[in-house]
């Protein structure tokens, strides 16, 4: 995924410049998963308000065809790739996964990540850096790990044939208010204080039916009438 680069001197001035201001983030590589297919820009993608080069705002997925449905969102991001490296970063989650959620960080497959396999293949793992090393296939997983973070979250529900699925995936630099969401920091950003990214999304299924208008049954419309009718007769013969 990622290649070594070597920064040539004249770049050196920037890279002070860089880590004298506010953290930079850049957007590496995204993806999605809808249904087992693998694309950047699905149907019914809304990207209004998602800038690719940082990979900050919110994306939305629209689906309307019914039976079971799944959607996944992967994201690679850097902060500060070219001052701090890209091998020094956390990965966190905070709240809890709703139902039908599935979500997962871990190192980019650039040397021993399994989340983009996992996010291929529907099979995230609700982990932070676990995996297996394929330089001695041990199984791995510490969740306090510094290393490249990439993060991915997916929805898997049942669409009816009269509902409609709203899934939005929202990127941000300032912390979600509440919920479910999973984060990714570079401790060395913004002069120490630290940089973090954080990536949450919502699934909101709607449905088109609405109840039918009351018809008043036969039998009491009988009635109705049929005293009407009795009340008529009585004040005529009352007259």
Known sequence: MKKLTVIAAGGLLGLVAQTLSAAKINLFEYNFNIDGLVDPAP???????????????????ELTTPG????????????D??????????????????AGQSWEIDEPKFYFGDIFDNFSNGTLDDSIFCGTNPTDNTSYCDSSLEDDVSMALAWD?????????????????????????????????????????????????????TPPNPVPAPA??????????????????SA
């Open 81 to 98: 790739e070219w001052s701090n490296g890209w091998f020094n970063e956390t990965g966190a989650m905070s709240g809890s996964a709703e």
């Open 157 to 209: 529900f049942t669409l009816a044939t009269d509902e409609t699925a709203l899934i939005s995936f929202d990127l941000s630099d300032t912390p979600a208010p509440s919920g479910f969401y999973l984060t990714q920091t570079d401790p060395d950003s913004n002069q120490g204080t630290g940089q973090s990214i954080y990536f949450s999304s919502t699934l909101d299924i709607s449905s088109s039916s």
């Open 220 to 237: 009491p419309l009988g009635l109705l009438a049929a005293g009407a009718f009795a009340w008529g007769l009585n004040r005529r013969r």
């Open 68 to 79: 079971s449905r799944y959607v996944s969102f992967f994201v690679d991001h850097e902060i």
């Open 43 to 61: 149907t019914g993608l809304d990207d209004a308000s998602f800038d690719y080069s940082t990979g900050l705002g919110s994306l939305t997925i």
